[in-house]
């Protein structure tokens, strides 16, 4: 017999896989589309129109999205936002052909902390068994690439992450590379939960895609384990997502940009 926790999490589950398949279909849709645009738009700067050429790709970006699409619905009016201002600053736009060499002590203990308008967030990494991932952060961090950019995407329905790492703010940006997937066998990854204060990658539900994006959970999220988890939150960096969470997400419909105004002022990894 099924339980109804049981159903909960199975339909949870159910939701979140076909959330991800709508959104690497859109992807594939937004990859054609653009290549019809651009080859129109050759057509357009050829005949010296190019005011009308720099309009037409104003837009594509926020339609190609990697994280998992949102609902459709009206946003509801905003409750007060618990954060400060962001510090002066404007996101990366560097990116990489190729995932950095390896550069990290696999052996060693590191931590990042994420220093964001509404508090630290502190996590322990997990270097021993997602070295990729955590040597790719390590660079990224060292890069700058995190600085300034928006959390910009809050999940309190059926799986309960705060998703970061992209300097579009709009789900669609990567570094330029892509990881392997690691650590997927990790027994805290119980009953296909991933626990509360777990840091995973983000990635198009295909296996190896894992770019920049990560999500933090604050609360047991029923799950897959296709997300490679590579990090634990610490006790401050709990406290700073309660206070995010608690200030809720802007659709209404339990998926969209959290109210609380999230940048990453300043994001570092060292040796601990």
């Given amino acids: 017999m099924v339980s109804n926790e049981?159903?909960?999490?199975?339909?949870?589950?159910?939701?979140?896989?076909?959330?991800?398949?709508?959104?690497?279909?859109?992807?594939?849709?937004?990859?054609?589309?653009?290549?019809?645009?651009?080859?129109?738009?050759?057509?357009?700067?050829?005949?010296?129109?190019?005011?009308?050429?720099?309009?037409?790709?104003?837009?594509?970006?926020?339609?190609?999205?990697?994280?998992?699409?949102?609902?459709?619905?009206?946003?509801?009016?905003?409750?007060?936002?618990?954060?400060a201002k962001p510090a002066p600053g404007s996101p990366a736009t560097k990116t990489w052909k190729s995932e950095p060499e390896m550069s990290i002590d696999k052996s060693a203990a590191y931590a990042m902390d994420l220093k964001t308008t509404c508090g630290t967030i502190d996590v322990k990494l997990d270097a021993a068994n997602a070295p990729h991932t955590v040597n790719s952060f390590n660079f990224l961090a060292g890069e700058g690439y995190f600085d300034h950019t928006k959390c910009h995407r809050l999940t309190t329905a059926g799986i309960y992450v705060l998703q970061c790492g992209d300097p579009k703010g709009t789900g669609s940006g990567g570094p330029g590379y892509t990881l392997p997937d690691e650590n997927l066998k990790d027994p805290k990854l119980k009953g296909n939960v991933y626990p509360a204060g777990t840091v995973a990658m983000a990635n198009t539900s295909q296996p190896h895609t894992g770019g920049s994006q990560f999500f933090l959970v604050y609360q047991d999220s029923p799950l897959p384990p296709s997300y490679t988890p590579f990090g634990t939150i610490g006790t401050e960096g709990m406290k700073t997502l309660k206070k995010i969470t608690a200030a809720g997400e802007a659709s209404g419909a339990g998926d969209g940009a959290p109210n609380a105004t999230v940048v990453i002022d300043k994001a570092t990894v060292a040796k601990s």
Wanted: aromatic share 2%; glycine share 6%; net charge positive.
């Fill in 6 to 83: 049981q159903r909960r999490r199975q339909l949870a589950r159910e939701k979140f896989e076909r959330q991800q398949q709508r959104r690497e279909e859109a992807r594939r849709k937004a990859r054609r589309r653009n290549a019809v645009i651009a080859a129109a738009l050759a057509v357009v700067v050829a005949a010296g129109v190019t005011a009308y050429a720099t309009g037409a790709l104003s837009g594509d970006d926020k339609k190609d999205k990697t994280d998992a699409a949102a609902p459709e619905t009206k946003a509801p009016s905003k409750g007060p936002d618990p954060c």
